[in-house]
C-alpha cells in the first residue's frame, strides 16, 4: 500500500432514524371534555324544551347567578364552587317525574281520571241500587197490607235505576176495565210502596202499560191516553199517601209500545204501573232531551232478571 493510500480518509455517513416523542393521553382528556359539553348541551335544551316556565326561569337563573339561591335553584354548599364559581349541585325541577310531558298527555291523563271516577260513580250507584232494592224487598215481606199481593210486585235494576212494577193479574186488575179508576187493593198497594219511596232521595218516574187490545170506548180516546191517565191516577195517590210532589220527575202513557211479555201481547201482565227510582244520570236526563239518548250507555249494564215476591208469579 503507498502512503498516498494510508493519507486516504474514508468518511462512510450514515442515516439516523428519528425518533418521535410519545403523545401520551391527553387528546383523550380533550375528546371526553367535548363529549361531556355536548351532553350538557343537550340535556339543558331537552329541559328547555320540557320544563315549565317557571323551570325555565330557574335554570335560567342559575347560569346567570349560580351560587345563590334564586327561585327553584338551589344554593352551593360551602366548599363545593365549581369553576367560575359554578355550583357543582344539581338545579331542584321537583324531581323528574314531575316534568310536565306536554298538553295533549296532560289532556289524556285528565280524561283518564274523568272516566275512572266515572266508572267509579257508576259502580257506586249500582251498589246503592242494590242495597235500595233489598231493603224494599224485605220491608214488602213485612208488610201484612202487600201479603196478598206480592204475585203482583216485581222489582228489578234497570239502566235508569230501581223499577217496582205492579201488575195485572188475570182475577185481579188494579183498574176497572177500560179505565182509570182504581181499584180499592190498588190504593192500599200504593200507598204502602210511597212511605218507602219517600225516604230515597232519588227521584221517580211513572209510567202507564196497556195490553193491545184496542180501546172500545169513547171517539179519539186510545190506550194511549189512557195509560197516561193510568198513570196519573197512581201518580195522585202516591201524593196522597205523603210522596213529595218534587220527587215526581216524570209521567209518562206508553200504551202497548213496551210490552213485558213480547211472545204474548195479550198478557195480563202486560197492564202494568211502572215506577222507577231514578239514577242521577237518569234524573238529569228527565230534564234534558239531548242527555236523554245517553243514559242507557253511561248508567248501568243491562237490566237484571226480573223475580217476583212470590214463587206464585204470573
Same mark, same amino acid.
Given at each position: 500500500?503507498?502512503?498516498?493510500?494510508?493519507?486516504?480518509?474514508?468518511? /462512510?455517513?450514515?442515516?439516523?432514524?428519528?425518533?418521535?416523542?410519545?403523545?401520551?393521553?391527553?387528546? $383523550?382528556?380533550?375528546?371526553?371534555?367535548?363529549?361531556?359539553?355536548?351532553?350538557?348541551?343537550?340535556?339543558?335544551?331537552?329541559?328547555?324544551?320540557?320544563?315549565?316556565?317557571?323551570?325555565?326561569?330557574?335554570?335560567?337563573?342559575?347560569?346567570?347567578?349560580?351560587?345563590?339561591?334564586?327561585?327553584?335553584?338551589?344554593?352551593?354548599?360551602?366548599? =363545593?364552587?365549581?369553576?367560575?364559581?359554578?355550583s357543582d349541585s344539581m338545579i331542584k325541577?321537583?324531581?323528574?317525574?314531575?316534568?310536565?310531558?306536554?298538553?295533549?298527555?296532560?289532556?289524556?291523563?285528565?280524561?283518564?281520571?274523568?272516566?275512572?271516577?266515572?266508572?267509579?260513580?257508576?259502580?257506586h250507584e249500582k251498589e246503592r241500587l242494590?242495597?235500595?232494592?233489598?231493603?224494599?224487598?224485605?220491608?214488602?215481606?213485612?208488610?201484612?197490607?202487600?201479603?196478598?199481593? $206480592?204475585?203482583?210486585?216485581?222489582?228489578?235494576?234497570?239502566?235508569?235505576g230501581l223499577r217496582i212494577q205492579i /201488575?195485572?193479574?188475570?182475577?185481579?186488575?188494579?183498574?176497572?176495565?177500560?179505565?182509570?179508576?182504581?181499584?180499592?187493593?190498588?190504593?192500599?198497594?200504593?200507598?204502602?210502596?210511597?212511605?218507602?219511596?219517600?225516604?230515597?232521595?232519588?227521584?221517580?218516574?211513572?209510567?202507564?202499560?196497556?195490553?193491545?187490545?184496542?180501546?172500545?170506548?169513547?171517539?179519539?180516546?186510545?190506550?194511549?191516553?189512557?195509560?197516561?191517565?193510568?198513570?196519573?191516577?197512581? =201518580?195522585?195517590?202516591?201524593?196522597?199517601?205523603?210522596?213529595?210532589?218534587?220527587?215526581?220527575?216524570?209521567?209518562?202513557?206508553?200504551?202497548?209500545?213496551?210490552?213485558?211479555?213480547?211472545?204474548?201481547?195479550?198478557?195480563?201482565?202486560? =197492564?202494568?204501573?211502572?215506577?222507577?227510582?231514578?239514577?242521577?244520570?237518569?234524573?238529569?236526563?228527565?230534564?234534558?232531551?239531548?242527555?236523554?239518548?245517553?243514559?242507557?250507555? =253511561?248508567?248501568?249494564?243491562?237490566?237484571?232478571?226480573?223475580?217476583?215476591?212470590?214463587?206464585?208469579?204470573?
Amino acid at each position: 500500500m503507498s502512503e498516498q493510500d494510508r493519507d486516504m480518509v474514508i468518511v /462512510v455517513r450514515r442515516s439516523r432514524r428519528k425518533k418521535h416523542g410519545h403523545h401520551g393521553g391527553a387528546w $383523550k382528556v380533550a375528546y371526553a371534555d367535548f363529549v361531556t359539553a355536548m351532553m350538557a348541551f343537550f340535556l339543558v335544551m331537552w329541559l328547555l324544551g320540557v320544563g315549565t316556565r317557571q323551570q325555565r326561569a330557574a335554570i335560567a337563573e342559575y347560569f346567570k347567578n349560580p351560587s345563590m339561591a334564586q327561585g327553584n335553584a338551589t344554593m352551593a354548599p360551602p366548599g =363545593r364552587m365549581g369553576p367560575g364559581g359554578a355550583s357543582d349541585s344539581m338545579i331542584k325541577l321537583g324531581g323528574a317525574m314531575d316534568i310536565p310531558h306536554g298538553p295533549g298527555k296532560d289532556r289524556r291523563a285528565s280524561r283518564a281520571d274523568a272516566a275512572d271516577v266515572e266508572k267509579q260513580a257508576r259502580e257506586h250507584e249500582k251498589e246503592r241500587l242494590e242495597n235500595l232494592m233489598q231493603q224494599l224487598r224485605a220491608a214488602i215481606e213485612k208488610s201484612q197490607a202487600l201479603e196478598p199481593f $206480592k204475585d203482583q210486585l216485581l222489582l228489578d235494576i234497570t239502566p235508569e235505576g230501581l223499577r217496582i212494577q205492579i /201488575v195485572d193479574k188475570q182475577n185481579r186488575p188494579m183498574f176497572d176495565t177500560g179505565s182509570a179508576t182504581l181499584k180499592s187493593y190498588t190504593v192500599a198497594i200504593l200507598h204502602e210502596l210511597a212511605g218507602f219511596i219517600d225516604q230515597a232521595p232519588n227521584k221517580v218516574s211513572i209510567s202507564g202499560h196497556t195490553d193491545d187490545a184496542p180501546y172500545s170506548g169513547v171517539s179519539q180516546y186510545s190506550n194511549w191516553e189512557l195509560s197516561a191517565d193510568r198513570a196519573n191516577a197512581a =201518580r195522585r195517590a202516591l201524593l196522597d199517601a205523603g210522596l213529595e210532589e218534587g220527587k215526581i220527575a216524570r209521567v209518562v202513557g206508553l200504551a202497548a209500545s213496551v210490552p213485558f211479555d213480547k211472545v204474548n201481547p195479550s198478557d195480563p201482565i202486560n =197492564r202494568r204501573i211502572s215506577i222507577i227510582m231514578m239514577t242521577k244520570q237518569a234524573q238529569d236526563a228527565a230534564l234534558s232531551q239531548e242527555q236523554a239518548e245517553a243514559v242507557p250507555s =253511561r248508567t248501568l249494564p243491562s237490566p237484571v232478571t226480573i223475580t217476583p215476591l212470590a214463587s206464585g208469579a204470573p
